[in-house]
């Protein structure tokens, strides 16, 4: 991919640059998204149907089983190269930030820290009651016998069902996170979008506030979406393949991470 000349020398000249993340950019892991049309878990379930306290309350086997079926799958797939860059990214400039709407522990597992989870985690559920953290079994969930049903465990502490450590909808973000992630947002000279549609708040508003606050925007999505604000560059492409290519360009490194 050819880039506009000025976004790599704009990566290498940014003080502090913020990578903001969706489900885009696990799906090179083979982790579906939300709205991908094919294989998306939005057309696969009814996800806001299931995203919710009400869903759990109604059915806390089916949820339950949904989640436990998705860690299954995260625990048997891998960081891609889109990881492993955003990870080397932070060894080539003065700060970096990375928020991720996902709920996936691929950035870490690719090396990235202090990673801004806005939507919460699979890896750390806790009783719906009394919201005591409950420890998740080192082996993998066994794929649930009946399709995705699975007994939620029970707190040690109340007896009451364990959920997914999740942000659901209707939920609110947790607010140091929030707050964390948006001055991040507010304070950049550069903010590499990757990865998501753009559909979920209060999360969407990330781009915009670095815009609007006079950084640079990458869009980096094979369906990329400018907002027509300030200083945007569009890069339509798959992340695993745009970001090792930027930082070879702007950094001439080596092709990043993975065996
Ligand atoms: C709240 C955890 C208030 C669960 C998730 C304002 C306007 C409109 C609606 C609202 C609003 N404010 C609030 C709402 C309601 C709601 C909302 O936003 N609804 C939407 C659907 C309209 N928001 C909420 O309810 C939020 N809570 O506002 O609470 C409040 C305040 C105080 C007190 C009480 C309440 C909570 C939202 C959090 C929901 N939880 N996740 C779970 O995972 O099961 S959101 C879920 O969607 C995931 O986290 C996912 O990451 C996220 C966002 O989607 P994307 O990441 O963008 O993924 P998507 O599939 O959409 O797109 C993927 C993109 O990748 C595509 O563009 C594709 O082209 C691209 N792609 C594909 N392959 C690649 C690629 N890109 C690069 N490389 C590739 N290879
Ligand atoms: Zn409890």
Redesign the pocket.
């Known amino acids: 991919m050819k880039f506009d000349q000025a976004l790599p020398a704009q990566l290498r000249a940014a003080q502090r640059v913020v990578v903001f993340t969706?489900?885009?950019?696990s799906?090179?892991s083979g982790i579906p998204?939300?709205?991908?049309a094919l294989t998306?878990l939005w057309s696969r379930f009814d996800?806001?149907r299931l995203?919710t306290p009400d869903a759990f309350i109604d059915d806390p086997e089916l949820v339950w089983g949904w989640y436990e079926w998705r860690r299954m799958q995260l625990l048997a797939s891998q960081p891609n190269l889109?990881h492993w860059a955003i990870a080397q990214l932070a060894q080539h400039v003065p700060k970096l930030t990375l928020i991720t709407?996902?709920?996936d522990d691929l950035h870490e597992r690719a090396g990235s820290t202090k990673v801004l989870h806005l939507?919460?985690s699979l890896q750390q559920p806790r009783c719906f009651d009394c919201n005591e953290d409950y420890s998740l079994p080192d082996a993998a969930p066994q794929e649930p016998a009946e399709g995705r049903r699975l007994a939620p465990p029970r707190c040690s502490l109340c007896g009451g069902a364990v959920r997914p450590g999740?942000?659901?909808?209707?939920?609110?973000?947790p607010v140091p996170v929030m707050d964390a992630a948006f001055a991040a947002a507010a304070n950049c000279d550069l903010l590499l979008s990757?990865?998501?549609?753009?559909?979920?708040?209060?999360?969407a508003q990330i781009p915009e506030i670095a815009l609007r606050s006079g950084a640079g925007v990458v869009h980096?999505?094979?369906?990329p979406k400018a907002l027509g604000i300030g200083r945007e560059w569009v890069l339509p492409g798959?992340?695993?393949q745009v970001l090792p290519e930027l930082l070879r360009e702007a950094f001439n490194t080596a092709k990043a991470g993975g065996k």
């Not at 998204?33 to 991908?36: I, K, L, N, P, S």
């Not at 999740?166 to 973000?173: A, I, K, P, Q, Y």
């Not at 990757?194 to 999360?203: C, E």
């Open positions: 969706g489900a885009g950019v799906a090179e998204t939300f709205r991908d998306g996800a806001a995203a889109a709407q996902n709920v939507h919460g999740v942000v659901w909808f209707g939920e609110s973000l990757v990865g998501t549609s753009g559909v979920v708040h209060p999360a980096v999505n094979p369906e798959l992340a695993g």
